[in-house]
């Protein structure tokens, strides 16, 4: 039998959850609905081709505002729960390719350990300061002006298994700035560290008032101690393109072309314009304006904005979608912008499958794991299956 679709594009609209998962409470997130709470603040999202392929469809008990219930809408649609025990980036996206992370990674709610600073200082010369959570904006209000002056390492980390390093571009250059991340990178990997990432977050301006975080973000991931989805397909001479940060978060590991992106524009422009290329496989995207920009910074009308102008370049990018094209769009964890804190909220995340080759779409059963996508890829594409997830690719007709 030969595959249904040629390519298969997964658009992960980062953080945009669809409203508590099950299991919730377990992280204080009861309550939390990044959609349902974004549409509220626009007093209703105009978002007509998500409406159009089934959005609401997936909550009809609760449609999202402003986006009407479709008698019969274009995607199958559903939403998934979570088996990874985080609720970071890292895991929601590993877990689509197949790979749950069901060993919590270690988060640092008081700071790092002096063993593990004292080292960094070490390698880089430079003293650190901060070294507790804080929110990536504030923090650079608060210390940037002082970090300038002294060429000082601000070190914060969230509610996530993270360490980020912010500096700025003109006083520690971006590659010396990777060079220590990297560096930290290396020392965290095993217990007792066992850290998700090491964020490189570099910023510009003159002052306090100024300031902006720059794209040149890195973020290192551990590298996946499996194969993901992603090697499944590579291994089988298909193609696997990533764009945004979807490269840093597999660290590489079974991608054949990457692509950084600057903005959520630039990656669904990227997006349309690889949507022209003759290619066989998986094209991966990851937008994360929606989380970074608005989402830790609880800007919920900002963020509904965003997700108006990502429907607009949606509608192009169907247009462009053929017969044997697969169009999946979801999400890797929430992060409600009217929640309460600045860290990510544990949500089911939306699923919409969507092919110009579908009458009209359908309700797929609630995925008990994100890694049902990744099953139903290599289902299709007839390569070795993942250990976990179950496919839905026969019920798409
Ligand atoms: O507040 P900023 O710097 O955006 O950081 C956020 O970004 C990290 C990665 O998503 C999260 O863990 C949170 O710390
Ligand atoms: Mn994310
Ligand atoms: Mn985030």
């Given amino acids: 039998m030969t595959e249904k679709f040629k390519r298969v594009h997964i658009i992960v609209l980062d953080s945009v959850g669809i409203g508590e998962a099950s299991d ?42 402003g986006v009407p219930v479709q008698p019969q809408p274009a995607a199958y649609y559903s939403k998934m729960h979570e088996v990874s025990a985080g609720k970071d980036s890292m895991d929601g996206h590993w877990e689509m390719m197949g790979l749950p992370v069901l060993t919590p990674l270690h988060t640092f709610p008081n700071g790092f350990p002096e063993e593990l600073i004292s080292k960094i200082e070490a390698f880089s010369g430079r003293k650190v300061i901060w070294n507790k959570p804080a929110s990536g904006t504030e923090i650079i209000k608060k210390l940037g002006e002082r970090q300038m002056k002294t060429g000082e390492l601000i070190v914060y ?53 100024n300031f902006e975080r720059t794209a040149n973000r890195r973020d290192l991931t551990l590298v996946p101690p499996e194969k993901t989805v992603l090697d499944l397909l590579a291994e089988a001479g298909l193609d696997t393109l990533a764009i945004g940060k979807i490269n840093d978060i597999f660290s590489g590991q079974g991608i054949k072309e990457g692509w950084h992106t600057v903005s959520n524009d630039d990656g669904m422009e990227r997006f349309i314009s690889i949507l022209d290329r003759d290619f066989h496989g998986l094209s991966f995207t990851n937008l994360v304006d929606f989380d970074a920009k608005y989402g830790h910074r609880r800007e919920p009308v900002l963020f509904g904005k965003a997700i108006e102008t990502f429907d607009r370049q949606l509608g192009q990018a169907l247009s462009k979608l053929k017969e044997d094209d697969l169009l999946i769009i979801t999400a890797d964890h929430g992060n409600d912008p009217g929640f309460r804190g600045t860290d990510h909220t544990r949500e089911y995340v939306p699923l919409l499958v969507y092919s110009p080759a579908f009458a009209a779409g359908q309700e797929l059963p609630v995925r008990e794991t994100f890694a049902d996508l990744g099953a139903t890829i290599t289902d299709n594409f007839k390569t070795t299956m993942p250990k976990v997830g179950t496919s839905f690719l026969d019920a798409l007709k």
């Fill in 157 to 209: 980390t969230s509610g996530d298994s993270v360490l980020q390093i912010a500096a700025h571009e003109k006083v520690i250059p971006l590659e010396e700035l990777y060079k220590i991340c990297e560096y930290s990178r290396k020392l965290t990997i095993d217990e007792p560290y066992h850290l998700g990432r090491v964020i490189a977050r570099p910023f510009l301006g003159d002052n306090a008032e």
């Fill in 24 to 65: 919730a409470a377990k992280y204080g997130d009861e309550g939390c609905d990044t959609l349902g709470h974004t549409a509220e603040a626009m007093g209703g999202l105009n978002a007509p081709n998500l409406a159009r392929l089934g959005l609401s469809n997936i909550r009809p008990e609760r449609p999202i505002l």
